[in-house]
């Protein structure tokens, strides 16, 4: 018996029930968090995506991608082993913040411009903060200054790039996606801007649509999206209340400050770290407003919370991949080691780009 209340396919069972019956023992907090959790998404996330969202899909729509991944080509399979297409995913997504990269992976897998290993790879570096959460929300709302962007931005951005790396080894045995023959007669010497000319015209016609279906199409995918975007961060505030209620995040708190403690990190940035586990907003708040703890220590913890990007964020990235054959374990991992490395190079470039105190 309780080998069978165990199994795997069970547990989220019993974790439902056990979250209903917290939600009539705390209706009060979790309506409260619930508020919170829908303040963020009105307030932060869905000015700072809903445009990036609806943009996506028309270039999507236009072609544009197909030329950016002409052009991108020759740089994205040498480094990344990724098609040159990916190019247009890692702009997007470095440029728009998660789940964007995600989205757009999950896109491309279901137009079969990328295989399973491309896409695990691609979604596991393309999942980043945008510049405008980084800089006006993180570094000038949370922290109250400006100057800390630049290593702040650093540290997230080049370390996703080094997971981008890295990834390259990920499934390194499986085959790249299939690539049509480029140099037929005729075509030998056309120029790399003239190919990706031709290929944003051709998937413009394979397309179809006229602009205002486009556009029509290109909205309403987007408020889905950030409908589902919203509904999963009020559910992880009211998660969080409740196991704040139940005293599970002070014993989780608890954990966290020992092993901060054995790095040498002030253990009053534990809260940080455990409401970012949860919510990459919560938990860059919560890292600015930790006073007295070391400026540079606040801007690390502050860099992995970015770069972990909280479980409401990888719960939006699993529900996007959940359509693909792409697995949720590599964007595990990745996240973790993305953590982990913006953390350190954090430290490594206060002194050059560090505020001056």
Known sequence: ???????????????????????????????????????????VLFPALFPFFVISELLLGFGIVHFFGKILDPLMRPLFRIPGI?????????????PVGARLTAQL??????????????????????PIFLIGAVSVGFFHSVALAPVLAAA???????????MRFHDRHA?????????RAGARRKSRVAEALEAMHVARMMDGRPLGKLLQDAVQAALRLMIVVGGLVVVFSVIMELLRQTG???????????VLGLVGMPPALSDAVVSGTFEVTLGARAAGSAAGSGLVHQVAIAAFVLSWAGLSVHAQVASLLSRTDL?????????????FIAAALVYALWGWLGPAL
Request: hydrophobic content about 50%.
């Open 109 to 130: 897998w279901e137009q079969k411009l990328i295989n399973r290993a491309e896409g695990e790879r691609l979604v596991a570096f393309t999942t980043t903060s945008d």
């Open 86 to 98: 990916g190019g247009f995913v890692v702009t997007m997504g470095y440029a728009s913040g998660y």
């Open 1 to 43: 018996m309780v080998r069978f209340l165990l199994r795997p396919s069970v547990i989220p069972a019993w974790s439902a029930a056990v979250l209903v019956l917290l939600l009539a023992a705390f209706p009060a907090q979790a309506l409260e968090a619930s508020l919170r959790g829908l303040s963020i998404w009105w307030e």
């Open 248 to 258: 599970s995040i002070d014993m989780l708190g608890g954990g966290i400050r020992a």
């Open 156 to 166: 997230h951005y080049f370390g996703g790039l080094i997971i981008g790396l890295l």
């Open 175 to 183: 085959p790249a996606s299939s690539e049509k023959k480029e140099r």
């Open 327 to 339: 697995r949720y374990k590599p964007f595990l991992i990745a996240r973790l080691l993305h953590g």
